[in-house]
């Protein structure tokens, strides 16, 4: 069977559906292709006894005016939900015991997270030296600004928690690049927050208010509203084999689909997928050229979810707790997802979500199931003070290609990504693999995308 549209777009995660949403609204034919029998990527919220949870990302920063913009284009079908004000603090464990991250200079004096020499040191950031080295690592950046113990107990958690990643590999302009931004645009983090808060904002901008966001219910219901809006005989689930071919002027995006081999032929063709699929869709293009994208590293991450319909354990008034590596435990850090939106467990319950893995523990990737909640479990009951109870329930999800890695070699991958596109003319490579890993990221992405094509 063959088709023609004006545009495909390969998966149906946050980006793709994105994408599609704004396309179609502005009149455009487009086809999704998605591999799953559902939509939403890893984007997946499940209900169980009367407590719902995710098994992805648990929660989004609404950090950008177009990630505002797409839920006031979607308000009728979805409803956004910030985090409670109780959840605002994160903390750190530091020796067994957990300790407030500060949010001001007060508490930055009186933390037992830095060092004395540190603090002092902090008060001389504005004033020392802009960097000069462009492939400078997080960790390096940190420790020349802040201070080791800056980078010990505030980003290495922070890295883990986002990246679950490596600050020593992780290159700051690609990374972090607010970050990167702040010191080379003024020559301080200190002094480019001031001034760049007194920058006049438009509307959406004021409103981009780097809360942490879900919708009720679960993200699952954002997913449903971009769904219900493209339409479901707009996308194509449970697609195999999937390959495009380049002919003349046109893409033809092969692939079976309910025992039919189906051709659809259309001018623009935009990926989504992670970078360890490109070689097998994009047939036109030969692997070892593709070598600079594919060798992308991914942080292979573990989430165990746990519940308990009558916590015993410490009161949990934060949005979570992570663990920096200098504290040697088994655990990424641990979320408190039912402190930070409502509804969320029965009444006197608790939710857990615990990471494990990342770039540094790939170890604990290869563990059994088994052995994977007994580590859970003991690192829950010894952090939050329970006396060895059993959770309710507790179930664990593995991602071998969970967060993929903005390290040194990200330039090459990015360059090779512009030069593609290019090179073959309706061609785009979208999702992850460039312009950031966060949901506000993945929005952004594709508004700019759809607002270049449109």
Not at 262 to 271: D, H, P, Q
Not at 356 to 381: C, H, T, V, W, Y
Not at 420 to 437: D, S, V, Y
Request: aromatic share 8%.
């Amino acid at each position: 069977m063959t088709i023609k549209t004006d545009i495909i777009i390969i998966g149906a995660g946050l980006t793709g559906l994105t994408l599609a949403f704004y396309l179609k609204k502005a009149g455009k034919n487009v086809l999704i292709i998605e591999k799953n029998d559902i939509v939403g990527g890893v984007i997946q919220t499940h209900e169980h006894d009367g407590f719902i949870y995710e098994t992805g990302p648990n929660t989004g920063v609404l950090s950008n005016p177009e990630l505002v913009q797409l839920f006031d284009d979607l308000k009728n079908d979805c409803e956004l939900e910030t985090a409670n004000k109780a959840s605002k603090q994160r903390w750190i464990l530091k020796k067994g015991k957990w300790n407030a991250l500060p949010s001001g200079a007060f508490s930055a004096i009186k933390t037992p997270l830095f060092s004395f020499k540190d603090k002092l040191k902090i008060l001389g950031e504005p004033f020392r030296k802009k960097g000069t080295n462009p492939n400078e690592t997080v960790a390096e950046l940190v420790k020349r600004r802040m201070g080791k113990s800056f980078l010990d107990y505030a980003v290495d958690p922070f890295i883990s928690g986002i990246y679950a990643g490596d600050p020593n590999k992780l290159v700051t302009k690609f990374a972090l690049p607010k970050l990167y931004n702040l010191e080379q645009n003024y020559g301080s983090f200190i002094k480019g927050s001031i001034k760049k808060a007194k920058l006049p904002k438009t509307q959406l901008e004021k409103r981009a208010t780097k809360e942490v966001f879900s919708t009720k219910g679960g993200l699952k219901n954002l997913i449903s509203a971009l769904e219900k809006n493209i339409e479901q005989k707009n996308i194509y689930k449970n697609c195999n084999n999937v390959t495009i071919e380049k002919s003349n002027n046109s893409f033809n995006t092969i692939f079976e689909h309910k025992d039919h081999n189906i051709n659809i032929i259309s001018k623009k063709i935009i990926t989504t997928v992670g970078a360890y699929a490109l070689p097998e869709i994009l047939s036109f293009i030969d692997k070892k050229t593709l070598e600079p994208i594919t060798n992308l590293e991914y942080a292979k991450v573990i989430l165990t979810v746990a519940g308990y319909k009558n916590w015993k354990g410490i009161g949990l008034p934060a949005f979570g707790g992570l663990v920096p590596t200098v504290e040697k435990r088994n655990v990424l850090g641990i979320l408190f997802p039912s402190s930070i939106f409502k509804n969320r467990t029965p009444e006197k319950g608790v939710i857990l979500s615990v990471f494990m893995g990342g770039i540094k523990r790939p170890d604990l990737f290869e563990k059994s199931d088994n052995e994977i909640k007994q580590i859970a479990i003991e690192e829950i009951n010894s952090t939050l003070n329970l006396d060895n109870i059993q959770p309710d329930f507790i179930n664990i999800y593995k991602y071998q290609h969970a967060i993929p890695q903005y390290d040194e070699k990200s330039k090459k991958r990015f360059e090779l990504i512009s030069q593609l596109e290019k090179q073959h003319e309706g061609l785009l490579l979208a999702g992850n693999i460039r312009n950031g890993i966060g949901m506000a990221d993945r929005v952004k992405q594709a508004v700019d995308i759809a607002n270049s094509i449109i």
